[in-house]
């Protein structure tokens, strides 16, 4: 039959200092008999061992499509090999908010730490990285786009994927799984979304809910509308 089906599929892998999530999104187009696997991951954040891992899982798996929802750099010390081992493979990468702050040569990540604790050793963090980035890598990670945009719009499945690293309104804004379903249609139907994906919670989750887009058609009744997102797990 005609439509479409939106699914996740998530896996992880752990290297030395800390977990790496990732996830695919499948899109089912049933009225071409088409299996699309979309793969995305967020928040690499300097850890080269669990990037090549991720990457060398991904070969395996053939997904059509690859994207990073940022933060390419920050606390762990490989951010320089982190940015060229992307920029080689070419894979469409979104500015995290560390990446806007090390782009701009700031002392400020835009990040959220809540104890005198946290704050010190951010500041360690962003100094050690803003003291090794190189100067390319550097302009690489300021020029990084805040949201990428995949229009699906082939009749009967019609879907607007939009990705962004906090929020479609801010790239540090923090959207946990908690926050009321009413104010997550606000943000899709501000952003004229059918599925968002973002990172910046490192907590790996997804909504699922009915929503319509303002201005799209009415999707079949087969099909589902995915709020999802999957990032590093700290």
Request: glycine share 8%.
């Amino acid at each position: 039959g005609s439509g479409c089906c939106v699914g996740t599929v998530s896996g992880a892998a752990r290297s030395g200092w800390r977990r790496f999530a990732y996830a695919w999104l499948i899109l089912l187009l049933a009225e071409f008999d088409l299996l699309m696997t979309i793969a995305f991951f967020s928040d690499v954040h300097g850890n080269l061992p669990a990037l090549e891992a991720v990457l060398s899982d991904l070969e395996q798996r053939r997904s059509d499509m690859i994207f990073c929802l940022g933060d390419l750099v920050g606390y762990a010390p490989w951010p320089n090999e982190v940015v060229n081992e992307v920029r080689r493979r070419g894979i469409p990468t979104l500015a995290g908010n560390y990446d806007q702050g090390i782009g701009l040569a700031s002392d400020n990540c835009g990040c959220a730490y809540k104890t005198d604790t946290e704050k010190e050793l951010g500041a360690q963090s962003i100094a050690f990285t803003n003291q090794v980035i190189g100067a390319e890598e550097r302009r690489y990670l300021r020029c990084l786009p805040k949201h990428l945009r995949v229009d699906f719009q082939d009749e009967p499945c019609t879907l607007s994927l939009l990705m962004v690293h906090g929020s479609p309104r801010k790239i540090n804004e923090y959207l946990f799984e908690d926050r009321p379903e009413a104010s997550f249609r606000r943000v899709l139907e501000d952003a004229g979304a059918d599925i968002l994906l973002f990172g910046h919670t490192h907590k790996p989750y997804h909504r699922t809910f009915a929503y319509r887009a303002r201005g799209s058609d009415p999707l079949p009744a087969r099909a589902q509308h995915r709020l999802g997102r999957q990032a590093q797990g700290r």
